[in-house]
């Protein structure tokens, strides 16, 4: 029972250095969270289960605020294809990105990517989803 106590207070301890090393504000549960080159992206799909062949958005937040969401798009490498419709983005500010009108329309693995522009690099994020 020590062990996991020592576990658990290992875990409140990193989580809220990691976060004060980058000023990020904690995660929702069910948020998917991304992090390259000091910024980190979360991302939530709304409505909250992707259903193939059912538009749906992602609600997303980056930190630093000042790093640009350019694009959100999704693939499907095995098949070397993506998806049929291009996803609209609109800044909701301070950091807060919306994306409307994906669709995935085949099961299997998908894989999205988050292209930003922060501090004169472009970053390319990169999340694999498998839908059933």
């Not at 992090?35 to 909250?48: D, F, I, L, M, N």
């Not at 749906?56 to 969401?69: G, K």
């Not at 990105?97 to 999205?112: Q, T």
């Amino acid at each position: 029972m020590k062990f996991f106590g020592a576990v658990l207070l290992a875990l409140c301890c990193v989580v809220p250095a990691a976060q004060a090393q980058t000023g990020c504000a904690a995660p929702a549960p069910e948020a998917q969270v991304l992090r390259e080159a000091g910024v980190q992206v979360q991302w939530q799909a709304r409505p909250a289960v992707i259903t193939v062949g059912k538009h749906f958005a992602l609600e997303i937040t980056v930190c630093p605020a000042s790093a640009e969401l350019s694009r959100v798009d999704a693939s499907m490498p095995e098949h070397r294809h993506g998806m049929n419709y291009r996803p609209s983005l609109k800044p909701l500010g301070g950091g807060r990105w919306r994306a409307e009108g994906l669709l995935w329309h085949m099961s299997g693995r998908w894989e999205l990517r988050l292209d930003l522009k922060h501090e004169g690099q472009d970053l390319h994020l990169r999340q694999s989803v498998t839908l059933p």
